[in-house]
């Protein structure tokens, strides 16, 4: 049946919230996130407690802007990338209202969109919110070293986005219609750098949108951006050399939310990653445009790095996933 | 809308498949089981690597049961125990099949499940597989305490399943059908004893099948067999207090996975548990008893417990979750 679904109904979101810590809000999406925070604990003792609180936030503001009561909502997708989701998990307990986790890494925003998407057009559900997170100092302090170790970082690494984003899918109403789905296989190159999730993550990315143009018979001009999650600038030109190699170009409406996350002054090497990076970029800077009528066609991915710190420490290479959604307005 | 789906067009379990550990193999469900290690390390050097394995087994068996090709798969819906579920990530490397992880802990068998009948009944994919598993030896590595160290377990603590159990779900075909599904939301009794999931999960476990029954209209007689996934004895009882307060009484057709996964003269305290708990019972010993006839319809409930090591040393309650799915033959 190939990899894509069309939502024949076209869900469509229609309501949106977003929130970002302080490095995140002086880039040029920054001006556009719903809350801003000035300080990223959040008034909260731990990193992790503060991560979970954005998505809390964030899942109640989709609702509210949405015009909607808790009760109105038939359920929450979510993910983050903690160890067994304790962000998503803790955020849902805040609510009453069922709750489906996932683990996607930093495909999270897009793999919670298409599952929203299909459980609102196979008329299961009314009102589905897909939110996902992520939050800088909780990452280093689980993928990498704890901040107060000071470790350097490497040029080819990206810097986790400290910010969350929801999405309120819905089968009717005002808003950026979801027309398709094409999910993503695991991908695997063989790239063992886990400081360098663009080059891991860039063949899944190009896997995926080959296989939508594939299935399609699309040309990428047939959308005004065609939007990765958070390959960051070397991943970004690695997925433009490897869809080229294919006989596809997507040079000129290629963008990456990793690579514009960030003001262009700030020194984080790469670029934003974590799944609160297209979950921010998506649920503020994109929605506004689309619903600005500035963009009417995207095709957004979001590409998550499914490795764990134990499957490095085993040796093991890093295996990846890019789920893509349509979104028209 | 409720919290209950309704799968009109009734998928079906076409073919499944399931492998479990030496000790599991030793006791009543065993002798159900398609595949009894010899070796709870299957061959491979680390438990991670091995409990990978048997996942990636189940799923091909699930497959090949079903007398399908690789390519005839449409999507594979799985998660494990595991940080990053690195089990069903990696297993998925072996597949050249769309993939969607999904994290619900010990809840995995009912939540892959469910989704996995809803791409079906929606009409997006034709044969989706829905499998998890858990290894006894990672999971004490990473929740409890390395095996090495010989820690005692208390009488109230539970013994991790060493399984994997995969089931293939079709539009079409003989087989059990799937007739509905309820998500569950997440509940906190504010639990914080890591050992006692039992007395953690309960709750979830009343609340979801509290809901079906209201939203149904239906008596626990309408069921064979109500089946939680791994409350375990303690937690079994807690689970049946619970209903039986509210006005259901379950006592007469609930079992519980947990409590009858091993030999009774085992030394496990209160019984199995772990995501392969449910998955090998399901997609063993309950599928053979449906497909003989002596079980007509069951409710199969999967719990799931969405600590991290991280949030209890934070801390934390134990939020939980259960979700169940409605089997009839």
Redesign the interface.
């Known amino acids: 049946?190939g990899?894509r679904?069309v939502f024949e109904r076209q869900p469509r979101i229609v309501a949106v919230s977003t929130i970002a810590g302080t490095k995140e809000c002086e880039g040029i999406v920054g001006r556009y996130v719903e809350t801003a925070l000035a300080d990223d604990m959040f008034g909260e003792?731990?990193y992790?407690?503060a991560e979970c609180k954005m998505l809390s936030h964030v899942i109640d503001g989709a609702i509210s802007n949405a015009h909607l009561a808790r009760n109105e909502v038939?359920?929450i997708v979510s993910?983050d990338l903690?160890?067994?989701?304790?962000s998503a998990?803790?955020a849902?307990?805040d609510?009453?209202?069922?709750?489906?986790?996932?683990?996607?890494?930093c495909s999270t925003m897009a793999?919670s969109l298409a599952?929203a998407a299909?459980?609102v057009?196979?008329g299961?559900?009314?009102h589905v919110v897909a939110a996902t997170g992520s939050h800088f100092a909780s990452a280093e302090r689980?993928y990498r070293y704890p901040l107060e170790l000071g470790c350097t970082r490497p040029p080819q690494s990206q810097w986790t986005v400290t910010g969350a984003g929801a999405s309120l899918v819905a089968g009717e109403g005002d808003g950026i219609r979801i027309t398709s789905a094409t999910?993503?296989?695991?991908v695997?190159y063989g790239i063992t750098d886990v400081n360098n999730m663009g080059a891991a993550m860039a063949p899944a990315a190009a896997d995926t949108i080959l296989t939508h143009f594939r299935e399609t018979g699309e040309e990428p001009d047939a959308y005004d951006l065609i939007v990765t999650g958070d390959l960051g600038a070397l991943g970004s030109r690695i997925l433009k050399d490897l869809t080229w190699e294919k006989g596809l170009d997507i040079g000129d409406n290629h963008i990456d939310c990793g690579e514009i996350v960030y003001n262009v002054l700030e020194d984080e090497f790469q670029g934003g990653s974590g799944a609160g990076c297209s979950a921010i970029v998506l649920n503020s800077y994109l929605h506004a445009k689309m619903m600005a009528g500035e963009f009417h066609r995207i095709l957004f991915l979001a590409t998550g790095a499914?490795?764990?710190?134990?499957?490095s420490g085993?040796g093991?290479s890093i295996?990846c996933?890019a789920h893509a959604v349509t979104l028209e307005k």
Request: proline share 4%; no cysteine.
């Open positions: 049946m990899q679904i003792s731990t992790e407690k038939d359920l993910g903690l160890n067994q989701i304790i998990s803790f849902a307990r609510f009453s209202v069922p709750f489906l986790g996932v683990y996607g890494a793999e599952l299909a459980f057009d196979g299961y559900f009314r689980q999910l993503g296989k695991v695997d499914l490795l764990s710190t134990v499957s085993q093991e295996p996933i």
